[in-house]
Every structure is written in structure tokens, then in C-alpha cells.
């Protein structure tokens, strides 16, 4: 009988055991699930250099902060190798200095957390590829976090070279205050002077010693997106997919098929190249700031039942690509 009542406690306590077990193993799961591998990185507009602090917060608290100028890239193209395994961000506080504008910018601004929650469940072969030590190789996204003149401030997700999508894009307050300065005890120009690093490029030194204002036009029309359709004809079969760059540093990578046009919403294209094909090259297309304006043109004059359509052929003659925009109308006619 006493033999009968051990086993009993024992069985209970073994099933007591495997339940605490099973709940922390689904505690870790569930903990697992709801955070993911990535960096940031900050990059400024060419010739218009910040210094700041950036911070990416999840909704448990946890933050991935980027501060002073030290690793800052280019607006669009900043890179950081220091992943992270945490929670989403929802959220973005900025607080910098734009030297050149001389002025100080701040703001904690509301991230579209469904959008990038999406974005990062979603099976995507371009996905960035980080090698940790122990882990060997572990597939992350970038969030590249873009300052121009004026305040106004883009996020991006960045996968491999080819992949790179918006998430957002705010405008920030100016400030009087600074972290560097947090007493006003300096001016705005003895704050700038302090900060600006004269081992930059004499051009860069130069905008400076002469005070030329910033450039806030060109990057707004670099930012700015358009709705058309991009159409690829007379390709061969064995140029079957061609990567794009866009003005406001949008990357993706399309497939090229017969009969099939896709529907953009980005900027305007900067570059194609398509994949490798005969002796292992490419054909490669750049354009100029020009393409910009003449989508603006474009567009001023389009008429609301009508869509842009950017046509992308392939000149079997010259074993090259051309591109040209119209409209759907345009091309029905």
C-alpha cells in the first residue's frame, strides 16, 4: 500500500514536472516568435551632414539607439553589421542637428507596425545575410533610417542588394534645444562648428566657409512617388528578370514575362540591370536627374482615366535595352 502511494507521487510529480516544462517551452516559443534578427543604420543627404541620436523602441521597451555621426552613411545607403534579436520597433525618436542648415530638428514619430510585421513574416528570398559568430548565417533586414533638409525624415527596409522598400516618411520640429547643447549655453553656429567635422571633403568645407544654403528641392523630388505601370518588351527568353533602383532609393527585382505589366508605386527608376545571361554579362541602364523632371512633366498633364506606363525593350540588333515613358492611353490609341 505505502509502495502504491510513492509511485502515485511520484506520477504526480512527473506530471507536474512535464506541465512546467511544456509551459516554459511554449513560453520560449512564444517569446521566440515575436522577435526577429536586424539592424539600423542612419545616412544623411551627400553635402548635408547631421549630427543626432536615433532610436528605434519596441512596445516591451526594448531600443535600438544609433547616436553621433560616426557610422552615419548616405541618405539611402547606410550600413550597420551589429544585429539585434528583439521585438519590432514601433516607434522612432530623432533629435539632430543639420549642420549645414544650421538648425535643430525633433520628433517621435508613430511606425506602421502591421506594414513591417509583414514584411518581415513574409517569405522573401532577398533577404540580407548576416554572418554570426556560432550562428553561421542568419537572414535579417537593415531598417535604414534617411535624413534630408528640412527635417523631413524616411525609413526604409533593406534587404540584400537588390531589395530595399519605404515604410515611412515624417517631417520633424525644429528645436532649440540639443543633447551637445542641452544648457544653451553655445549659439547655433558655435554648436555647428563644434560639430562639423572639417576631415570631410573640401567641397563639403567649402559649402560651409561660404554658408550655401541647402539643397531641399532635389531631394524632394527624389523622394517623391509616382503611380505607373512598368511593361518589358521584346525580351529573349534567357533575360528573364531585371533588378531596379529608384530615385528614392526603393529596390526590387522583377521577373520578365510575356503579356505582363506590374503597377508601381515608388520613384522614378535610376537604374536597371538585368540578370547574367550569355558569357556570364548583363545589360545595365542608368539615368539621369532629367528622367525626374520629365515624369513630373509627365504627370502634370495626364489625365485622371489615364496611367503613366514606363516600357523597358530589348534591341536584339544591338544586344541592349531602351526605355520610354507613355501612357495607356497613349499606347491603345
Known sequence: MRLHKLILVFIIISIILVALNINKYNDFQSWKSDRHYYTAAVGFAEYHPIDGVFTLKAKNGEKFTLFNNEDFGYWGRAYNLDLEYMQLPDSLSAHWVALRERKIFKGTFELPYQKIDSLFKMSNPNRGVFDIYGKGDVFAYTFIIGIEPDGYITLWIEGNYKYQKEIARFKAETTNKYIENATEQESIDELTERLFDRSQTRQLDSIFKYNIPADTTKWKNYSKKYYYYLQFENFPTNIYAMNMDFFNEEKDEFLIKKDTKYFIESGV???????????????????????????????????????????????????SMYSSLTTVNEINR
Open 269 to 319: 527608376p535610376l537604374y536597371l540591370k538585368t540578370n547574367k545571361f550569355e558569357n556570364d554579362k548583363d545589360i545595365r541602364l542608368k539615368f539621369s536627374e532629367e528622367l525626374t523632371h520629365y515624369f513630373n512633366k509627365k504627370k502634370s498633364v495626364l489625365k485622371t482615366s489615364d496611367t503613366l506606363v514606363f516600357l523597358v525593350k530589348y534591341d536584339e540588333l544591338q544586344k
